[in-house]
C-alpha cells in the first residue's frame, strides 16, 4: 500500500512538472517583431522607421556585392523601403530603375493585391553608388543580381507570392530581372516599359509623331519647337541670363548652345509623354505672333532649360551611361523644321556622360532581353498609354509566351495604368494579378483591387524622367 501511495505521489510530482513545463513553453514570446525581423538580415541596416497607418514603412540600407561575380571585390551600400502590411500578405518588389522614394507609397499592384512592397534604388544612383564607382559594373545583370539578394533574404520572411512592376526604366528593370531570374517572381507588371531592339533603326517613332493626337495639336506643338530655333539668338541671350543668375554650366554637353538646342528638341515628344490631348490648349495658338516670353514658358514649362545644365544632368549620370551602352536612345526627325535650324540633332548619351567615364555599346544586350520574352515570357503583363512615345518601340510577345499579355490604355500617356485600360482589360489585368499574387479564388473572380484607394499612398505624378531617353 504503501509502495502504491509512493508511485501515485511520484506520478503527480512528475505531471505537475510536465504541466508547469507546458505552460512555460505556452508562455514563450511569439514570432520576432518585423523591424527586429529585417534587422536580423545579415547586411541590413536600419536608416529610418516611418509611421504610416495600417503599414510600418522602413527606409534600410543593404550591404551588396559591387560586382556580384566576383563578391570578394567590394560591397556598397543600396537603400531599399519596406512597406510591411503583414506576412500573411503577397508581396510587390517595386523599382523606378532611378532614386527609392523614402516617402510611403503604393503601387498599383501593391494596392489591387493588398500586400507589401519592398521598392529598391537602382545601383549607381546616389547614395547607393560603390565607391570608388567601377562603372564598367553598371549593367542589367548587376542590378538583375542586385534584386535576386533582396528578394532572396527577404523571401524568408514574406514567404507568400511575389509579383515584380516599375514603371519606364522601372518596367524595363523588371523585365530585365525576370529574364535573368525566372523563377524569383511569381509574376511580372511592367509599365510603359520601352524596347529598343536594334538602336539604330528608329524609324518608328517618327511614325508615331506622324499621327499621335490630333493634327491641330501637333501643329501647334510644331510651330512652337520650330520657332524657339527661329528666335535662337534672343532666347539663348535669355538662356544665359538664367544660367548666370542660377549658377549654371555647361560642362558635360561641351556649350550653352548645344544645351539650348537639346532642350528644345525634346519639347515635343515632352508633351506627349507627360501630358494629354486636352493640354494642347496650354500651347501657343500662333507661334509666329506669340512673344520670346510665351516660347520661352511653353518650352521651360515642359522640357526644363535646367536639364541638360551640368546640375541637371549630373543625377541621370547612371541612366545616361546605361543607354549609351546597353539600353540604346531614340533618334528621331524634325520634317517640319528646315535644316539651318538644326546644328546637332538629337545628341547621343555619350554627349550627356562626363568624358573620364568611358563608355562602350553593347548592341547584343536589348536583342538577347527581347528573343527572350518573345519565346518564355510566363505571367508577364506589359501595360502601355496609346499617346506615350516610348510605346512606339515596346515589348511584343512571341509563340513561346504563356499567360503573357500586353495592353495599351486609350489616350493615356506615360502614366499609363491597368486602371486605365478598357473594361475588358482592365478586368483581365487585375484578374491575372490577383492569381498570381495566389490570393482566394473568390477575389480574383471579383477582379477588383483589395486594399481602398489612399489618397496619400496611391496618387503619384506620371514616372518623371528625362524626356528624350526614358
Known amino acids: 500500500m504503501r509502495k502504491a501511495l509512493r508511485w501515485l505521489l511520484a506520478l503527480t510530482v512528475l505531471i505537475g512538472t510536465l504541466s508547469t513545463a507546458g505552460a512555460a513553453t505556452a508562455a514563450e514570446p511569439g514570432p520576432a517583431d518585423i523591424k527586429d525581423q529585417l534587422l536580423s538580415i545579415p547586411g541590413m541596416s536600419l536608416i529610418q522607421e516611418k509611421p504610416y497607418p495600417?503599414?510600418?514603412?522602413?527606409?534600410?540600407?543593404y550591404a551588396q556585392p559591387v560586382d556580384h561575380r566576383h563578391p570578394s571585390a567590394g560591397t556598397f551600400q543600396q537603400r531599399i523601403t519596406v512597406l510591411h502590411k503583414d506576412v500573411s500578405r503577397p508581396t510587390v518588389f517595386?523599382?523606378?530603375?532611378?532614386?527609392?522614394?523614402?516617402?510611403?507609397?503604393?503601387?498599383?499592384?501593391?494596392?489591387?493585391?493588398d500586400g507589401n512592397q519592398v521598392s529598391m534604388e537602382y545601383r549607381f544612383f546616389t547614395p547607393s553608388r560603390p565607391d570608388p564607382a567601377d562603372w564598367s559594373t553598371l549593367d542589367i545583370w548587376q542590378a538583375a543580381s542586385d534584386q535576386h539578394r533582396i528578394f532572396t533574404a527577404l523571401k524568408k520572411i514574406y514567404s507568400k507570392n511575389w509579383i515584380s512592376t516599375g514603371g519606364s526604366k522601372g518596367g524595363m528593370t523588371a523585365t530585365y530581372y525576370?529574364?535573368?531570374?525566372?523563377?524569383?517572381?511569381?509574376?511580372?507588371?511592367?509599365?510603359?516599359?520601352?524596347?529598343?531592339?536594334?538602336?539604330?533603326?528608329?524609324s518608328a517613332y517618327d511614325r508615331f509623331f506622324a499621327t499621335v493626337g490630333t493634327k491641330e495639336c501637333r501643329d501647334r506643338l510644331n510651330a512652337v519647337q520650330r520657332e524657339a530655333l527661329v528666335r535662337r539668338e534672343p532666347l539663348e541671350k535669355k538662356y544665359e541670363a538664367y544660367a548666370v543668375e542660377n549658377g549654371y554650366t555647361f560642362t558635360t554637353i561641351g556649350s550653352l548652345d548645344r544645351a539650348y538646342e537639346a532642350v528644345v528638341l525634346d519639347y515635343v515628344w515632352g508633351f506627349w509623354q507627360y501630358s494629354l490631348l486636352s493640354d494642347c490648349d496650354t500651347i501657343p495658338s500662333n507661334a509666329a505672333t506669340a512673344t520670346d516670353d510665351e516660347i520661352w514658358t511653353s518650352i521651360d514649362t515642359i522640357s526644363g532649360f535646367s536639364f541638360y545644365t551640368d546640375q541637371g544632368l549630373e543625377p541621370y549620370t547612371p541612366y545616361y551611361y546605361q543607354a549609351g551602352t546597353q539600353l540604346g536612345a531614340p533618334t528621331i526627325h524634325f520634317p517640319h523644321i528646315e535644316k539651318k535650324y538644326i546644328r546637332y540633332g538629337y545628341q547621343p548619351p555619350r554627349n550627356f556622360v562626363p568624358r573620364d567615364i568611358p563608355m562602350r555599346f553593347q548592341p547584343r544586350a536589348m536583342r538577347d532581353v527581347?528573343?527572350?520574352?518573345?519565346?518564355?515570357?510566363?505571367?508577364?503583363?506589359?501595360?502601355?498609354?496609346?499617346?506615350?512615345?516610348?510605346?512606339?518601340?515596346?515589348?511584343?510577345l512571341g509563340k513561346g509566351t504563356k499567360d503573357a499579355y500586353v495592353f495599351t490604355a486609350p489616350g493615356l500617356n506615360h502614366g499609363a495604368n491597368v486602371a486605365g485600360l478598357t473594361s475588358d482589360e482592365k478586368t483581365l489585368a487585375t484578374a491575372r494579378i490577383l492569381s498570381w499574387a495566389g490570393v482566394s479564388s473568390s477575389a480574383v473572380s471579383e477582379a477588383k483591387p483589395l486594399a481602398t484607394f489612399d489618397s496619400k499612398l496611391d496618387v503619384r505624378d506620371v514616372e518623371r524622367e528625362p524626356t528624350l531617353r526614358p
Not at 182 to 198: F, L, T
Open 178 to 202: 525576370e529574364r535573368f531570374y525566372p523563377r524569383d517572381m511569381d509574376g511580372v507588371v511592367a509599365y510603359v516599359a520601352p524596347n529598343d531592339v536594334v538602336n539604330d533603326e528608329d
Open 54 to 61: 495600417g503599414y510600418r514603412y522602413f527606409v534600410l540600407n
Open 94 to 113: 517595386y523599382t523606378g530603375g532611378y532614386n527609392v522614394s523614402t516617402t510611403p507609397s503604393r503601387r498599383e499592384p501593391t494596392q489591387i493585391v
Open 370 to 396: 527581347d528573343t527572350w520574352v518573345k519565346d518564355h515570357a510566363h505571367r508577364m503583363l506589359f501595360v502601355y498609354g496609346q499617346n506615350d512615345p516610348w510605346g512606339a518601340e515596346r515589348f511584343r
